[in-house]
């Protein structure tokens, strides 16, 4: 079902998967362990630009703070959920990370 963006904070707040205009989340299963609902995703536009992630495993919310245009300041503005535990801000690259490994994923080994 779609809703307008000005109901996607309620979403988000509430880690149910929605549709927006531009705007939209999915629940993202753990790859490395097979653990599904692994972190919750919510998109500006599609896949290449995370705006908001949260970890089940850590209990933790994720936020990007790459530069982005207008529009995408809006949708992070109209899904932003308040009342979350702190933010950890994230480069768009290792927001990538994260939804592809979780936070292990930030995690690199010293050669």
């Not at 809703?3 to 927006?20: G, H, P, Y």
């Not at 933790?60 to 949708?75: A, L, M, P, R």
């Not at 950890?88 to 979780?102: S, T």
Request: proline residues 5%.
């Amino acid at each position: 079902m779609k809703i307008s963006n000005c109901n996607a904070r309620c979403q988000v707040q509430s880690l149910k998967e929605f549709k927006a205009n531009n705007i939209w989340s999915e629940w993202v299963d753990d790859i490395n362990t097979d653990t599904p609902d692994a972190r919750y995703v919510v998109y500006s536009y599609n896949t290449h630009w995370p705006l908001f992630i949260f970890d089940v495993r850590t209990d933790t919310w994720f936020e990007n703070t790459s530069k982005y245009g207008v529009t995408t300041s809006k949708h992070k503005t109209q899904c932003y959920p308040h009342g979350a535990s702190a933010m950890h801000p994230l480069h768009v690259d290792d927001m990538i990370k994260v939804v592809k490994n979780g936070p292990v994923g930030l995690i690199t080994p010293i050669n």
